[in-house]
Nanobody
Framework: QVQLVESGGGLVQSGGSLRLSCAVSGGTLDNYAIGWFRQVPGKEREGVLC????????NYGDSVEGRFTISRDSAKNTAYLQMNSLKPEDTAVYYCTARASWCQPVPIYYHIWGQGTQVTVSS
């Protein structure tokens, strides 16, 4: 059974950087599209970035354009979300998720989720 484990969250000052990791176990990373979503209390989970099984990345959030990038390392079976120039409004629980091959912008299309990692950006 495929499982995802996120790590790398924490507290950072505005303007700082964090790199989130999503480690895949029980399956091969290259077979999946990996998405990053984020959620704050009282709001719906929103898409941030996704990378397809072929390596194409898609940005689902205008607010992260030019600041966040997604990548993956097949040898480590791990995907990453690099977050630069962080802002207080980026504060959320970040989830990685997987589905076969293609990216989709909404959570309902994904069937494998990690436990989430908290990112807090102080002003």
């Amino acid at each position: 059974q495929v499982q995802l484990v996120e790590s790398g969250g924490g507290l950072v000052q505005s303007g700082g950087s964090l790199r989130l990791s999503c480690a895949v176990s029980g399956g091969t990373l290259d077979n999946y599209a990996i998405g990053w979503f984020r959620q704050v209390p009282g709001k719906e989970r929103e898409g941030v970035l996704c990378i397809s099984s072929s390596g194409s990345s898609i940005n689902y959030g205008d607010s992260v354009e030019g600041r966040f990038t997604i990548s993956r390392d097949s040898a480590k079976n791990t995907a990453y979300l690099q977050m630069n120039s962080l802002k207080p409004e980026d504060t959320a629980v970040y989830y990685c998720t997987a589905r076969a091959s293609w990216c989709q912008p909404v959570p309902i299309y994904y069937h494998i989720w990690g436990q989430g990692t908290q990112v807090t950006v102080s002003s």
